[in-house]
Every structure is written in C-alpha cells, then in structure tokens.
C-alpha cells in the first residue's frame, strides 16, 4: 500500500510527464508539418508521418488518464490505482518520444530548449521513477488482487447506468453463447437481437425524435465496450446501424431520416455496410460498382451493379448501405460516388442468393475468417439490383456526396471500435487475472511471481489508457462532431488546454481506434502466454479473444491509412 505522499507524488509526476508529451508531440507535429507541406508530401515522408501519428496519440492517451486521475482527485474520490498508471504511462511515452527523437532527429526537429529539457537529469530521473519496475509490479498486484475488474466512474448517470445494465445483460444473456458462437462459426441468433432490441441497444445514438434513445455517443461506447468483453460480436451488432445513422443525420432528407431510423432503431432493420471491393480497399474513392439512373415499370431509381467485398453481416441484414459511382466519369474520385440504402431479405447460412421482382439480384459468399465470427462477412456479386430513387442518401442533393457521408459515418464506427478494443482488451485482462490467481506452479499461484505482476501492471494501464482516450473521443464528437476544437493535446476534463495542437471529433475516433485497437491485440496475445497451453485451445476463450482482436487494426480504416490518412494528414493540414 502506498502512501498519501506517494499518490501526490505519482500524480505530480503524471502532470509534469503528460505536459513534456504533449509539447514534444506538439513541437514535432510542427516540424512535420514544415517537412511535408502541411501534409502534401505525406506520401515521400510516410514513415517519419507514421511516427507523428502515433507520438500524437499516446500524448492523447498520456492526456486523458491523467486528466481522469485529476478528476477523481479533485473531486474528492483519489484513485491511486489511477494515479499510478497515469504516472507510469506518461513516463513510457515520454521515453518512447524521446528515444523515437534521438534516432532521428532532423526529422523530429524539436527545439533546443526541448530538447535539453528531455535530456536534463531531472527528466531523466522523473521517468525512470515512473518506469521502475517496482511500480509496473504495484500497479499489478493491485489489479491481480481485483482479477482485473475495473472502476472508472463517470460523471454521467446515463452512462453510469447502462454500463450496469449493459454488463448485466452481456453476461446472462452473451456469455453461455459466445464461445459456441465462435467455435461453430453460426450466425448470431434472432432471439439475442429481439433482446437487444427490446433493451433499446440498436438506436443509442438515434435522436429521440426517430425512435431511437438519445443517449448521445458516450453512451454507445459503454455500452459497446461491455458488450465486447464477452463477445466482439455482440459488441459490433450495432455498428453498421451508427454508420448508416450518422450519415442519415448529418446528410439524409427528413423523409428518409423518417423512414429509415424508427425501423433501425427498434432492430427491426438489420444494416450491413457495402464499399470495400475485391480489389478495392482503403482506396476508397476509387470504387468501381456502378449505378446508372433508369426506370422500372414507370418507377424512377438506379439499377446498381458490381462488386462488393467484407460486408459485414449482409446475409442477415435487412438493408444495405452502398456506396456506389453514380458518375462514370472515374477521373472526378470521390465526388463521383454516392450512397444507397439497398433493401433486401435477410439470409442465415454462408452462403445466400436474393432474386428481387424487379429482375435484379445479390449473391454472397462469406469469407472464412480466424476470428470475429458470428456476423459472417461476405462478397457480393450484385446484377441490376434496382434501387427507387428515393433511397439516394441526401436525394438529388446527395448525388456525388456519397464518400463524404460513408466517411462521416466511418468516424462513428472507428469511435465504436474503440469501445470494441477496449472491451476486449478488458476480457482478455481479466482473463490472464483469474487464472494466474488460481493456477499454482512451484508451490506458490503465478500471480506472486514478479514477472506476472509486471506484466500485468503494464497491460491493465494500456488498457486504461485506451478506456480514457476512448471516452474522451466519445465527448468531443457529441460537443463537435465535425468541426476543430480549439483544445490541445493537453486538453482533459480537467488538465488546462493550451494553444496546442488542434482536435475534433473524427480526428481522436480514428486516435482512439489506433491506440485501443493496438493495445486489444498485445494485451490479448499476452493473456495467453500467462496461459501457456492451455491458452492455444480453442476451448478457452483468451483463444478466442486474440483471434477477435486481430481484426480491429483491420477494419474501419487500416492501421497504416488510418495513421497516414486521418490522423498524420489531419495534424499536419493544422
């Protein structure tokens, strides 16, 4: 046990350590940002722009967990588990900035007054305090002592509230199927939706208005992140619905808005996503499946055909959002694209083939995958599926606007994936803690040994950290889903912003996605060497854990665009 000394020193240590990132992530964005033309030359200088990207983040991340500290500190609750982590975070990404610094320094170009500051004993000695070994292993037998569960109050009811619901319901109802789900690769069942359904899980982010909650994107990301820590699949059910409302809300008609988000709310409407193509990934803008506007038995619309592929759960879905070039012209990109709503039946099985009355149709297959199993994700040969011009997302206006919508949307499941990473990475913590709490080799449980504990202590603040990041993610895109803030790097709920560098809502989804998606697929990975054996049998579900993870710095933007496309390009414009 530590002492009240110690828990203000761990906390002043954070606030000098966490000050020193965010200046260095600040400096060195600027220096980038001169390097590359204000992001231009992003594509001669990727590697150094990786770097950027993820110095930026961890400082995000440093930011957010200490600002959570702060907060229970002056509010009277001191969490000096927290205290430790924030403390010992900062210190390892100070460490990881300076030493990245060192190795290339005219790329970095920090300051000299900076870089003396790194350099100086003071410094030097800070972050060794925060990276002694002797701390990581308090930090773990702490977490070990609680088999890994977490605290991390929240100062809002609503939020605070569904975590408990949500918790309750993963697991009673989650829980005794998730591992036969995985194993035997089935579809979801109907009666685990129709439960979510009821509970309302399908319309958090729905404005009350269109049937759905409200509960705002705080909300969704609890819910998400407590879903996910007994299934990934569970967690992601209500993805593609927050992809398609996003983009219904920021670009749809009132009519469609009406139309389309009760039913999606209620679950009565499944959505499944359509852009990725079988030669087509990241590349997004240069989508090949085409829609040409005709008519069908005096009925306007669009007669869509080509490919899609990893459509996530498009057997089952009732509905599609496509993306699709509605201008053949391919040298105009992205402002030849627009976006569909594309009704269909839904399927069970790994394989479907819908025929609809107008003569069009949509065959998949779906992909065998290691992991994320459940959902099944498919490729799709579709035939002059025929589409009424009413469901156009944004109508006439929404002709050519279809890639900026799907991007919209995009933010609002890369803020989901967070609370998916998170959840997982949280399984997989817990996980690794009960069994080394019961698995006794030489006389003793693993959890006494030192290394366990270091290990431990070292996953559970990651996953903090990510947590933090995440949430924070959450508020800035209810505050400003799309517009800079003017906050900093250093700009908690309560650490003093500065005039640092500039954030909004999209741009910390796609950080907070990074980080936690980062952290799920290490923390995982490690939870199953504390396993040893028995962790490699498909029996256990820490094997199941490190196969789902897998996938997260995959889908909503791959870790190498989303670095180099979202984050480092966002930096770098200012």
């Given at each position: 046990?530590?002492t009240?000394?110690?828990?203000?020193?761990?906390?002043?240590?954070?606030?000098?350590?966490?000050?020193?990132?965010?200046?260095?992530?600040?400096?060195?964005?600027?220096?980038?940002?001169?390097?590359?033309?204000?992001?231009?030359l992003?594509?001669?200088?990727?590697?150094?722009?990786?770097?950027?990207?993820?110095?930026?983040?961890?400082?995000r991340?440093?930011?957010?967990?200490?600002?959570y500290?702060e907060?229970q500190?002056?509010?009277?609750?001191?969490?000096?588990?927290?205290?430790?982590?924030?403390?010992?975070?900062?210190?390892e990404?100070?460490?990881?900035?300076r030493s990245?610094?060192e190795?290339?320094?005219?790329?970095?170009?920090?300051?000299?007054?900076l870089?003396q500051?790194?350099?100086?004993?003071?410094?030097?000695a800070l972050?060794?305090?925060g990276?002694?070994?002797?701390?990581w292993?308090?930090?773990?037998?702490k977490?070990?002592?609680?088999?890994g569960?977490?605290?991390?109050?929240?100062?809002d009811?609503?939020?605070?509230?569904?975590?408990?619901h949500?918790r309750?319901f993963?697991?009673t109802e989650?829980?005794p199927?998730a591992?036969?789900?995985?194993?035997q690769?089935?579809?979801v069942?109907?009666?685990?939706?129709?439960?979510?359904a009821?509970?309302?899980?399908?319309?958090?982010?729905?404005?009350?208005?269109y049937?759905?909650?409200?509960?705002?994107?705080?909300?969704?990301?609890?819910?998400?992140?407590?879903?996910?820590?007994?299934?990934?699949?569970?967690?992601?059910?209500?993805t593609?619905?927050?992809?398609?409302?996003?983009?219904?809300?920021?670009?749809g008609?009132?009519?469609?808005?009406?139309?389309?988000?009760?039913?999606?709310?209620?679950?009565?409407?499944?959505?499944?996503?359509?852009v990725?193509?079988?030669?087509?990934?990241?590349?997004?803008?240069s989508?090949?499946?085409?829609?040409?506007?005709?008519?069908?038995?005096g009925?306007?619309?669009?007669?869509?055909?080509?490919p899609?592929?990893?459509?996530?759960?498009?057997g089952?879905?009732?509905?599609?959002?496509?993306?699709?070039r509605?201008?053949?012209?391919?040298?105009?990109?992205?402002?030849?694209?627009?976006?569909?709503?594309?009704?269909?039946?839904?399927?069970?099985?790994?394989?479907?083939?819908?025929?609809?009355?107008?003569?069009?149709?949509?065959t998949?297959?779906?992909?065998?995958?290691?992991?994320?199993?459940?959902?099944?994700?498919f490729?799709?040969?579709?035939?002059?599926?025929?589409v009424?011009?009413?469901?156009?997302?944004?109508?006439?206006?929404?002709?050519?606007?279809g890639f900026?919508?799907?991007?919209?949307?995009?933010?609002?499941g890369?803020?989901q994936?967070?609370?998916?990473?998170?959840?997982?990475?949280?399984a997989a913590?817990?996980?690794?803690?009960?069994?080394?709490?019961?698995?006794?080799?030489?006389?003793?449980?693993i959890?006494d040994?030192?290394l366990?504990?270091?290990?431990?202590g070292?996953?559970?603040?990651?996953?903090?950290?990510g947590?933090?990041?995440?949430?924070?993610?959450?508020?800035?895109?209810?505050?400003?889903?799309?517009?800079p803030?003017?906050?900093?790097?250093?700009?908690?709920s309560?650490?003093?912003?500065n005039?640092g560098?500039?954030?909004?809502?999209?741009?910390?989804?796609?950080?907070?996605?990074l980080?936690?998606?980062?952290?799920?697929?290490?923390?995982?990975q490690?939870?199953?060497?504390?396993?040893?054996?028995?962790?490699?049998s498909?029996?256990?579900?820490?094997?199941r854990?490190?196969a789902?993870?897998?996938?997260?710095p995959?889908?909503e933007?791959?870790?190498?665009?989303?670095e180099?496309?979202v984050?480092?390009?966002?930096?770098?414009?200012?």
């Amino acid at each position: 046990m530590t002492t009240e000394k110690t828990e203000s020193e761990a906390l002043a240590g954070a606030r000098r350590l966490s000050a020193v990132a965010a200046e260095t992530a600040e400096s060195a964005v600027a220096a980038a940002a001169r390097l590359t033309e204000g992001g231009k030359l992003i594509d001669q200088h990727q590697v150094h722009a990786e770097r950027i990207a993820q110095l930026a983040t961890q400082a995000r991340a440093a930011a957010e967990l200490l600002a959570y500290a702060e907060g229970q500190a002056n509010a009277g609750r001191r969490d000096e588990l927290a205290e430790e982590e924030a403390f010992a975070f900062a210190a390892e990404v100070v460490h990881n900035a300076r030493s990245a610094a060192e190795a290339d320094p005219d790329a970095f170009g920090l300051p000299a007054g900076l870089r003396q500051r790194l350099e100086g004993a003071d410094l030097r000695a800070l972050v060794r305090a925060g990276l002694a070994e002797s701390r990581w292993r308090r930090i773990g037998a702490k977490v070990l002592e609680a088999r890994g569960a977490f605290t991390a109050a929240l100062d809002d009811d609503i939020a605070n509230m569904t975590r408990d619901h949500a918790r309750s319901f993963a697991r009673t109802e989650v829980a005794p199927i998730a591992q036969e789900l995985h194993r035997q690769d089935l579809l979801v069942p109907e009666e685990l939706i129709r439960k979510m359904a009821a509970m309302g899980l399908f319309g958090s982010s729905i404005p009350e208005s269109y049937g759905g909650t409200g509960m705002g994107y705080l909300t969704m990301v609890v819910l998400t992140e407590e879903l996910s820590a007994v299934s990934l699949v569970a967690g992601s059910l209500i993805t593609r619905s927050e992809i398609l409302t996003r983009a219904l809300v920021q670009g749809g008609t009132e009519e469609q808005r009406r139309q389309w988000l009760p039913r999606m709310a209620s679950g009565e409407l499944m959505v499944g996503i359509a852009v990725t193509e079988p030669d087509i990934g990241s590349d997004v803008a240069s989508v090949t499946c085409r829609a040409a506007p005709g008519e069908h038995s005096g009925k306007r619309g669009w007669f869509i055909e080509g490919p899609k592929a990893w459509a996530t759960f498009a057997g089952r879905a009732n509905i599609l959002a496509l993306l699709a070039r509605t201008n053949p012209d391919a040298s105009l990109g992205a402002r030849g694209l627009s976006l569909f709503i594309v009704p269909k039946e839904p399927y069970e099985g790994h394989h479907f083939a819908h025929a609809q009355p107008e003569g069009g149709t949509i065959t998949g297959t779906a992909n065998p995958t290691p992991g994320y199993r459940g959902m099944h994700s498919f490729t799709l040969a579709i035939d002059r599926y025929f589409v009424p011009e009413e469901n156009l997302v944004g109508g006439e206006a929404g002709l050519g606007k279809g890639f900026y919508l799907q991007m919209g949307g995009f933010a609002a499941g890369r803020l989901q994936t967070g609370g998916r990473a998170t959840g997982v990475g949280q399984a997989a913590l817990e996980k690794a803690c009960n069994y080394a709490s019961d698995r006794r080799q030489f006389g003793r449980p693993i959890a006494d040994y030192q290394l366990t504990q270091h290990k431990i202590g070292r996953m559970a603040t990651h996953v903090a950290a990510g947590r933090h990041l995440t949430y924070a993610a959450a508020r800035a895109m209810e505050a400003d889903p799309s517009a800079p803030a003017s906050a900093g790097l250093r700009a908690g709920s309560s650490t003093p912003a500065n005039a640092g560098l500039r954030m909004s809502g999209g741009l910390e989804a796609a950080m907070c996605k990074l980080f936690a998606s980062d952290v799920a697929v290490w923390v995982s990975q490690e939870a199953q060497l504390i396993h040893g054996g028995w962790g490699y049998s498909e029996e256990d579900p820490v094997a199941r854990y490190v196969a789902d993870a897998l996938v997260l710095p995959i889908f909503e933007g791959v870790k190498p665009i989303l670095e180099l496309k979202v984050i480092a390009r966002q930096l770098l414009a200012g």
